[in-house]
C-alpha cells in the first residue's frame, strides 16, 4: 500500500488528485471557502493545497467536513481549516499528505492493535494504528518511518494479522527485532538479546581437548569451567567483547555482584537477567529488572497486549483492542 498526495471529498469520501477543483466522481466542490464556489483566481502548484479561513454565512461545518481530511504530513493529526502549522507538533502544513483510510483511523477497530511510540525519534506518546491488512516499519520506506534512526533499514519490520493475531515479521533488517520477554524462554544457541544497553549473544560450547602433546607435555592455561554454553558481549561493529563460561551452568548479568557486570550502564539493574542450562536446554530469565530484557525475534513472532519491542532505536508498545 503506497502514500497518496491529494484531497478527500468531503461528499464521497473518494481521493482526488491535488489540482482539482471538483470531485471526479461525484461532482461535488474540493474548494475550503466558505460559501463552497470555485475560486479561479487561487492557483497553486500540484502539490500544494492552502487551508482557508472559514467563518461565513453558516457554512463553517461544510467547510470543517472537507478539512478533517487534511492531515499533518509529520504525526497525520487531523487539523482545522485555517491553521499553517499543526497544533501536536509544530510542523508547517504547506504540503498535507492523506494516507489511505485503511491504515491509519482517528478510532481503534475491536480486535486491531496500535503502537505506542514509548522512547526514540518523534514525539513520545504518539498511536501508530494498525488497521490494515499488512503495515511496513523501516528507516525509509514503509507506513511507519523513522528516518533518523541509523540502526533502522530501509524496510525493518513488517506489522501484518495473520489469523486473527498481530505478528511482527522481520524484512530481512541488519539489526533485527527485539522483543521483551514476560517468563522464563527456552533459546537455542546463537540467540542474541539486550539487556540495558549491552547486547549479547548465546554460544554453544564444545568440550576441550584436555590431552597432552606427544611428549606428554600439557598446554599451560588459565582455570576453565566446564559447560555447555557461554556468553559473548557484542560490541558496536560487531567484534566480541566480554565472554563468559557459566559457573555451575549459570550467568547473570546486572550492574554489580553478577558474572558479567556493567556498572556504568544507568539502564541495567542490578540484577538484571539470568541464562542458565536446564534439562530443557539454555533458559533466559528476566530478574525483576526495570527495563526489561529483550530477545531478538527468529523471522516472526505473535505479539500480544502490552509487549514492548525495539525497532532500531525506538521502544514500541503494543495495545490491542477487546
Not at 8 to 19: F, I, M, R, T
Not at 133 to 152: K, N
Not at 166 to 190: F, K
Not at 257 to 281: L, Q, R, W, Y
Amino acid at each position: 500500500m503506497t502514500v497518496k498526495a491529494g484531497i478527500v471529498c468531503g461528499k464521497c469520501d473518494q481521493l482526488n488528485s491535488v489540482e482539482n477543483r471538483e470531485c471526479n466522481f461525484c461532482g461535488n466542490s474540493l474548494e475550503l471557502s466558505a460559501d463552497g464556489s470555485r475560486n479561479a483566481n487561487n492557483t497553486k502548484s500540484d502539490n500544494h493545497i492552502e487551508l482557508q479561513d472559514v467563518a461565513q454565512d453558516g457554512k463553517e461545518d461544510d467547510a470543517m467536513e472537507q478539512a478533517r481530511h487534511l492531515v499533518c504530513g509529520e504525526c497525520y493529526t487531523p487539523v482545522p481549516s485555517g491553521h499553517k502549522f499543526c497544533g501536536k507538533c509544530g510542523s508547517s502544513l504547506e504540503h498535507n499528505i492523506v494516507r489511505d483510510p485503511n491504515y491509519f483511523g482517528d478510532l481503534q477497530s475491536p480486535g486491531k492493535a496500535k503502537l505506542i511510540l514509548i522512547k526514540g525519534e518523534g514525539v513520545d506518546g504518539m498511536s501508530y494504528h494498525l488497521n490494515s491488512t499488512e503495515h511496513l516499519a523501516g528507516r525509509s520506506r514503509g507506513e511507519i518511518v523513522f528516518p533518523d534512526d541509523p540502526w533502522l533499514s530501509p524496510a525493518h519490520a513488517n506489522f501484518a494479522y495473520v489469523n486473527g493475531t498481530i505478528v511482527v515479521r522481520d524484512e530481512g533488517s541488519l539489526n533485527g527485532i527485539y522483543v521483551a520477554i514476560r517468563q522464563p524462554t527456552a533459546v537455542p544457541p546463537g540467540s542474541m538479546f539486550m539487556a540495558g544497553e549491552q547486547l549479547f549473544r548465546i554460544e554453544s560450547v564444545s568440550p576441550l581437548d584436555q590431552t597432552a602433546e606427544d611428549d606428554g607435555t600439557y598446554f599451560f592455561s588459565s582455570p576453565f569451567s566446564a559447560g555447555t554454553f557461554r556468553v559473548v558481549q557484542i560490541l558496536e561493529g560487531g567484534g566480541d567483547g566480554m565472554i563468559v563460561n557459566p559457573q555451575n551452568e549459570t550467568v547473570t548479568i546486572g550492574r554489580e555482584d553478577c558474572d558479567m557486570n556493567f556498572p556504568s550502564d544507568p539502564f541495567i539493574s542490578g540484577k538484571h537477567v539470568k541464562i542458565e542450562a536446564t534439562e530443557d536446554g539454555i533458559v533466559i530469565t528476566d530478574l525483576n529488572s526495570k527495563n526489561g530484557t529483550f530477545l531478538k525475534v527468529n523471522k516472526e513472532k505473535q505479539l500480544a497486549h502490552g509487549d514492548y519491542l525495539f525497532l532500531g532505536r525506538q521502544l514500541l508498545r503494543v495495545e490491542i483492542t477487546q
